[in-house]
């Protein structure tokens, strides 16, 4: 069911109503998890725009996150911008950058797409890394923070508005003409083409509008945090996105929200064992995708259509 632009700002405006409470009685720490799964539904869900609606398997969404918050840091650093102005220009860079990006990568698919998009991911952490009189490499970039405090409940609310404010423009464009452009792109590329549709056109869109969700997500997640490193570009970072999507339900909207909160608490009930988590999301995915290729919103679309042709039953009986 499609919710229109009231109905959808109600939900939202509920949903904000509901959870901001939720670091009175949480604590610290908890409070900590919540923002951080909140900066992970952004990254999730503006993947699934990419791969999920537009079948565009990139591999650098971890990259403009970053772009984001190093560009911002580096302004702030250098050149005393203002947080906000600097976060803004982060997320415009990474727009750009994500906009000539899908125009190199127009006539890939598939594993030449990943391994192209993968290979300027690697570039830009190596870049990172090397230019340790600019960004300080390996031994972290400080980031002032935006609060002026670590502490994160006031950060909780800041993320939970922006991570709101992003999914109502995610369900704008996914529910829109341009959703549909997207989804035919995904299913046939060639006979979208034939139908009219301008695919140049709407996957350099898609490329630059994810780009800017990340690079946005970035650039506050980087003035929360209080410091940066090429550790943050490294392929586990993709690869934990790529499992939130799957497991949540690539290609439904939920899905990449649900798997997002689920794989980032999951792993710090696993935080324990180091990188062997990771093993332990494959093996997770494997399996979900073996029972329900759906992902959770599969499983529970699934349990409600059950659940309503049980009650439509007892109701004729």
Same mark, same amino acid.
């Given at each position: 069911m499609r919710l229109g632009k009231v109905q959808l700002l109600l939900l939202l405006l509920g949903v904000y109503l509901l959870l901001s409470p939720l670091p009175l009685w949480a604590g610290e720490y908890y409070t900590? *998890?919540?923002?951080?799964? #909140? $900066? $992970?539904? *952004?990254?999730a869900a503006s993947w699934n725009l990419l791969a999920g609606y537009t079948g565009q398997? =990139?591999?650098a969404h971890h990259a403009f996150a970053a772009m984001g918050g190093y560009t911002s840091a580096l302004l702030a650093r250098y050149f005393q911008v203002p947080l906000l102005a600097g976060i803004a220009t982060g997320g415009i860079l990474a727009m750009a950058v994500g906009y000539f990006l899908g125009t190199l990568c127009l006539r890939m698919r598939a594993i $030449?797409?990943? #391994?192209?998009?993968w290979a300027f991911a690697e570039?830009?952490?190596?870049?990172?890394?090397?230019? $340790?009189? *600019?960004?300080?490499? %390996?031994l972290g970039l400080s980031t002032p923070l935006l609060f002026g405090t670590p502490h994160a409940t006031p950060y909780f609310y800041l993320f939970l508005f922006l991570t709101l404010f992003s999914l109502y423009l995610m369900y704008q464009i996914v529910t829109s003409r341009i959703g549909y452009y997207m989804r035919a792109i995904r299913d046939d590329e060639e006979a979208a083409v034939v139908?009219?549709? %301008?695919?140049?056109?709407w996957k350099r869109f898609v490329f630059a509008v994810s780009s800017l969700f990340a690079g946005i997500a970035g650039g506050f997640y980087a003035h929360y945090?209080?410091?940066l490193s090429p550790v =943050? *570009?490294?392929f586990n970072e993709m690869a934990l996105i790529i499992i939130m999507v799957i497991i949540g339900g690539l290609r439904s909207f939920l899905g990449p929200i649900i798997g997002a909160v689920f794989i980032e608490i999951l792993s710090e009930l696993l935080r324990q064992y180091g990188e062997i988590r990771m093993v332990l999301f494959a093996l997770l995915v494997i399996l979900i995708m073996r029972v329900y290729r759906e992902g959770i919103m599969g499983m529970l679309t699934q349990l409600y259509s059950r659940i309503r042709l049980k009650t439509g039953q007892s109701k004729a009986l």
């Open positions: 900590h *998890i919540f923002v951080v799964s #909140l $900066y $992970y539904v *952004i990254l398997f =990139s591999l $030449y797409l990943a #391994l192209a998009t570039t830009f952490r190596i870049l990172i890394a090397m230019e $340790y009189q *600019i960004t300080r490499g %390996d139908m009219g549709v %301008d695919t140049v056109k945090i209080g410091l =943050s *570009i490294r």
